[in-house]
Structure formats: C-alpha cells, structure tokens
C-alpha cells in the first residue's frame, strides 16, 4: 500500500508535536514538515532569557536541530520554505523557497496547519530601523541580541504591556538597561488582571526603576542611518531611546486557510472540533492558530499558549495519521492559565476576570486578601490573591494572585479546580499543606475562599 502523505505547516511547536505524534501513530507515513524561518522546534517561551544573556547561545533554545529531527522523526524538513497556497481539490500546497524564490506543488492526502501567531504591528510603528524589534522568532531573538549592546544602549522603550513586553522588561533590567513601558490605560495584563490587581504590578515595576506610561505610541524618529532616536506619543512626549519593542498583541496566522476555504471564528483563528478537524476535509489544525473551548464558559476562545500547542499538535498529528485505525484523540476543553515573572514580581492568573467576566455577560463578583507565603516565624513574603465566582452558586470562574514566592505554583490548584466546575466550598475543603518554611497553617486561597464563602452568604 502507498504510503499516505502528510504535510505539517510551521516548525515551532504545535507542528513538531504533530510530527512526532504522527511517526509514532503511523510508521509508514512520508511525513515532511515546512516552516519558513531558518529554524524547527526551539523554545519561543525561552526568548527572553537569551534575549536577558542568561542563555548565551541561541542554538540551547533548539530542541531538535534539522538534521536530528528529520533522523528521530523519519520526516523531511523545509525550512526557509513558505507555503503560498493550498489546492484542497487537488490535495496540494505550493510552496516557496525563499532562498532561491523557486516554487514547488508537493501534495498531500493529509494537511496539518501549525502556522500560530504573528506580531501586530500598528501601521504608524512599522519600521526597518535596526533597533527597532519584535519577538516572535528565535530569528527575531537573535537579531535583538545582535544590536543589544548596554554600552550603546542606555534607555529601551516597549510599546505593549502584555506577557511578552513584560519578558523583555525583565531581560533588559537584567541587562542593565534603562526602560520605559507604554501601556494603553497604565495597566499591565490586561486581559489577565483587574485594573487594581495591575496596579499592584505596576508599582512593583516603578519600584524597579521601570517608567509605566500611560500613553500610546504614535510614531517612530529614526535618524537617516537607521538608528532610533525617540518614540513619540499620543500626549505630545518624545521619549529619546536606543532600543524599541513593540509588543502590542498578536493575531493568528490564517489567511492561507482562510483562502482555501476554511472557516475561523470570532477571535480570527480555525474553527475546529474537538478532533482538531477544520471546516474543510483532509485539513486538521493546530496550537496559537486555532480555537479552544473555554472549560469555564464553553466559549470558543483564542488561548496562544505553549502546553496547548503542544497537545493539541499531538492530536491533530495522531487524527491526521490514524486512517480510522484506533480511538481519534481529542482536545478537551481548557483553561486559560498564565504566570509571568514581572521584574521578580510572580504574577499568575487563571479563567476570568471580574472584569472580563462581566464584560462577557457572566455574573461575577471578587473577593481579594492579602496573606504569606510561608509561616510569619519562616522567611515569608506577602501573597494577593483575588477569587472570582459566580455569586449566585459560588462557582469558580477564575483568579489572580500576586507576590514575590508562590504565586505561580498555588494558581495550577484552581486551574484544576476550574476544570471540574467547582465552587469555593470545593476550593475551602482543598487539603492544602503546612510547613511553616514552606506553607502556612491556612493557606491564602483557603482564606480567600472562606472570605468568599462568607461574601455569599445570604445570596445563593
Ligand atoms: C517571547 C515569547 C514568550 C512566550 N512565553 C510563553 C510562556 O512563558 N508560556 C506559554 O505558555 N507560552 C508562551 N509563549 C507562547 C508560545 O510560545 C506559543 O503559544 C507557541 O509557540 C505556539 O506554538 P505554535 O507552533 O502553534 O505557533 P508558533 O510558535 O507561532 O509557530 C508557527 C510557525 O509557523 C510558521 N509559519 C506560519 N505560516 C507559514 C507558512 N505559510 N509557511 C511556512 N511556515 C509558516 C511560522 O514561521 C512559525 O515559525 C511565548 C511566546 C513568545 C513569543
């Protein structure tokens, strides 16, 4: 019998995890993976401590070179290779090769999206400067070491005040450089944080030495060699710099599926089922460029995170392989749950907001403490955590917590939690440890949750 033919499109991480999953379901299949940057199946998430000098070599970010992955994986591997289009009629992608600008038809009988995200870059920021950077590739990585130098560069500006402009804060303090953060309301995480939970954050940051602005970013002075010279603002400021990043979102990649036909939902990514099968047959996808089903709301949410890539590219590569051999895998619903270190500062989230939650139309009310993360008589540092629930029945809807030590472990327990629906009884009755070096006698989200508790009582 012919082998069958699958095609995985992108290399970073939803598309190596097909591959891999794909070889091990079918040990026959002629599998060839295209991505057009210059490198496969590296650590996007590991950036910022290349970027920071941490990690001096960008290749330690590289888990599989070329050459090993297409050995371990029996596969064949294009990189500097863009997909142009898809042919869904006749089963083939023409691809181009970007070195040599010759293009090439390899078909398929089955196709696996793993394109991801792209950076936003607003019209009015766009730039050729050498100091002027994105960072979504570990060739975007390396270009921003390159020109990083702290005896040129004195004072950075970030445009954005999401989860990567705020890596990037963190790599160039470590650096030594001088920052200034743009961030549209004044606010950090937006998405993630209330608007007091991000102040928290922020005051951390200016305590830090780093300047959190209100204001936006209307345009770029770069001088007629290329270098930077300012970022000039919404309020009329020109705040002189070396170095800019902009990090104001991203959005998925999906016009090559949109082109073939496929459909994408609200939030702009692929429609899939819960087999990761788009709309058009033969075709699955996978990672930041598809949608997931939010475990809390049963929403379909855009949720461009490394685990989920990695998962759900291991079922995509496993339905595209299987040819009706075995159970299809599933993804099953998920949460959105980050942590980021902000200047030292562990900041976690998981589900929703209050103010997401009722800007989504969902009823929800917060309850916020403050208490430690060890023992008062141990080495402790102070823990903020904000619970949300539904106030009419007390379910978890999501939660924030905040603090120099144990922000970011304690929010995978309600991320749990939240998966199975529970409430704050569910969270209060958690049989949370004490060792007062490590944990005190009442843990801060039990605390929250008795202050919840007693928030509802009376009302459900
Ligand atoms: C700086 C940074 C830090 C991060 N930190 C974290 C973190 O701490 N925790 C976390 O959970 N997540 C983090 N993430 C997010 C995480 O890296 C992404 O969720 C993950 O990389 C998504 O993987 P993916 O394979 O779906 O897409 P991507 O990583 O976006 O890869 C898609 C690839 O497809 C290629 N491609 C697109 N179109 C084509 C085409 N037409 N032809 C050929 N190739 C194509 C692109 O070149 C790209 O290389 C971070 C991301 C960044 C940028």
Sequence with gaps: MKAKKIIVIGGVASGPAAVAEARRTDSEADITIVEMGPDISYSACEMPLYVSGEIANSERLVRYAVAKFKEQFSSTVFTHHEVERIDVQKRV?????????????????????????????????????????ILRSL???????????????HHAVIVGSGFVGLDVVESLLHRGIRVTMLASEGRVLKGSLDADMSALVVDHLEQKGVSVR????????????????????????????????????????????????????????????SQLRTSVPGI?????????????????????????????????????????????AQLGPIVMATAISASGLEV?????SVEEAQSAGLAAVGETITHRSASSLANHHP??????????????????????????????????????????????????????????????????????????IGKR
């Design 383 to 456: 823990l903020c955590v904000r619970l949300v629930a539904d106030p009419s029945w007390g379910k978890l809807l999501g939660a924030q917590i905040i603090g120099l030590q144990g922000a970011a472990q304690r929010i995978n327990i309600i991320t749990a939690l939240l998966r199975t629906g529970a409430t704050v009884d569910d969270l209060y009755n958690v049989d949370f440890v004490y060792s007062p070096r490590l944990a005190p006698a009442h843990d801060a989200m039990m605390i929250a949750a008795r202050m919840m508790q007693k928030r509802l």
């Design 214 to 273: 209100n204001e936006r970013a209307t345009s770029l002075d770069v001088a007629p060699d290329g270098s930077i010279r300012a970022v000039l603002t919404d309020i009329g400021e020109k705040i002189g710099c070396g170095f800019v990043l902009i990090a104001a979102g991203t959005r998925p990649l999906t016009e090559l599926g949109i082109q073939a036909g496929l459909k994408t939902g609200e939030s702009g990514a692929y429609e899939v089922d």
């Design 284 to 328: 699955w996808a996978c990672g930041d460029c598809i949608e997931k089903k939010d475990a809390v709301t049963g929403k379909s949410i855009r949720a461009p995170l490394a685990l989920n890539a990695f998962r759900s590219g291991r079922v995509a590569g496993r339905n595209a392989a299987r040819s009706g051999k075995g159970r299809p």
């Design 139 to 153: 060739q975007d990585a390396r270009s921003i070491v390159d020109t990083l130098d702290p005896r040129t560069i």
């Design 93 to 133: 992608v023409m691809v181009r090769d970007l070195t040599t600008q010759h293009e090439r038809a390899l078909s398929y009988d089955k196709l696996i999206l793993a394109t991801g995200s792209g950076a936003v870059v607003p019209e009015a920021l766009q730039s050729s400067s050498r100091d002027v950077h």
């Design 348 to 352: 976690a989230h998981t589900g929703w």
